[in-house]
């Protein structure tokens, strides 16, 4: 399907929709009439399957406890088979109602308080609050930036393991926001240094399905067998498919020792239940929509091309990292403003709603990620603004 076909046929207008994106800015931003390209949400419709398949559901009329069946593991073993050449175990796999909760949870059943978990920066924020809130040490890395290009300072990454006894590292793969998409040998180089010094890994590959054309993600299920004693890998349909607000992802966990402390510490909380929609969802999202998948790939690159040639015709100082992964475009503005003015200047000037890079890290301020997901016509707008505003200054 063409950009403009698939732009035209599923992008919906979300406002008045309990969208956090879309009217939720007042809690987050200095106005609410912005144009939003933050929370990492899709503005676009899901495959209409889903929403068949969910509409069938609506009309059966009742919600109540549900199982997962065989068809669903089916289902989602394939797509992780097909898409990402992982051999998955049915038995591996358990289910929360989001990414976020897996890894906190996971800090919570496989460390003390007090322990030391590793994160790489800049990245996602709740990566930083999971560690701090469950009163867990918090060791970082910092990610080196060459020209917007980031890379592992592995010597800093096994110091920081000694010297703090870390016991989690918590790896986001690809990476938000830098998009990265991490090679066999980082990631072995990682995982080793990790399993020297008896460290878990947790790997949250939510971003997985968001790969640039011609690019393969490799999971770190997929890197050495002699990795998944001590491995945790979180994945979602939610960001693929866009469905967030059905709470549904999966823990996957090799280690039966493993998965017993994982189960034993989910029968003190949450328990074993499942989103009855989110499943379905899965089920169908993960049965039929792969060519869905690969229209909505074609429209993320083609706004991203777009964003980066109004860019570098206007304002060729920005440093825009190049996304091999995720639909979230990570740009640097240093030379254009300094960290003091982004958000006037992004709110007042320019009007847009984006994240901010010291959400992500204190050496980010001058940085901004833009959410993709949308019609082109959004980035355009956004961009020729912020070129207004950022030429005139
Ligand atoms: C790396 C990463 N993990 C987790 C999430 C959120 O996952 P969930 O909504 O399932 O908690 C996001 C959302 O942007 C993300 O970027």
Request: proline share 3%.
């Amino acid at each position: 399907m063409l950009v403009k076909e698939f732009i035209e046929r599923y992008y919906v207008d979300r406002k008045s929709t309990h969208s956090v994106k879309w009217d939720g800015l007042s809690e987050t931003y200095t106005k609410s009439d912005l144009l939003p390209l933050w929370v990492a949400d899709m503005d676009f419709k899901v495959p209409e399957k889903v929403q068949e398949k969910l509409a069938e559901r609506v009309s059966h009329g009742v919600f109540g406890y549900s199982l997962v069946e065989d068809e669903y593991y089916e289902a989602f073993i394939n797509w992780q088979k097909k898409r990402h050449n992982i051999d998955l175990k049915q038995e591996w796999v358990r289910f929360t109602t989001g990414v976020v909760n897996s890894f906190n949870y996971l800090i919570q059943s496989f460390t003390q308080p007090e322990e030391s978990v590793l994160i790489l920066a800049p990245v996602y924020y709740p990566f930083f609050d999971a560690v701090k809130n469950n009163n867990r040490q918090l060791v970082v890395s910092n990610l080196v930036n060459t020209d917007g290009y980031y890379t592992v300072d592995l010597d800093d990454f096994e110091k920081k393991i000694v010297e703090n006894q870390v016991k989690i590292f918590l790896h986001c793969s690809p990476h938000n926001p830098v998009g990265r998409v991490w090679s066999q040998e980082e990631l072995l180089a990682l995982f080793t240094i990790c399993q020297k010094h008896q460290v878990k890994i947790i790997s949250d590959e939510i971003h997985q399905d968001f790969i640039q054309p011609g690019r393969s993600f490799l999971s770190a299920l997929s890197v050495s067998e002699e990795f998944l004693e001590d491995l945790f890998v979180l994945s979602a349909p939610s960001k693929t498919f866009n469905l967030a607000s059905l709470l549904h992802s999966h823990v996957i966990i090799p280690n039966e020792s493993h998965r017993q402390t994982f189960d034993d510490y989910l029968d003190k909380g949450i328990g074993s239940s499942v989103s009855v929609m989110g499943m379905i969802a899965t089920e169908a999202a993960y049965t039929y929509g792969e060519d869905w998948v690969d229209d909505l790939i074609n429209v993320i690159e083609h706004n991203f091309e777009t964003m980066k040639s109004i860019l570098e015709k206007e304002l060729p100082h920005v440093i825009i990292t190049n996304k091999e992964a995720t639909y979230l475009a990570w740009i640097d503005l240093s030379y254009y403003l300094e960290k003091e003015e982004l958000v006037d200047m992004m709110e007042n000037k320019v009007g847009i709603a984006i994240d901010y890079g010291e959400w992500f890290d204190t050496h980010s301020a001058t940085c901004i990620r833009i959410n993709l997901a949308t019609k082109t016509e959004n980035i355009e707008e956004a961009m020729n603004k912020l070129v207004k505003v950022l030429k005139n200054k």
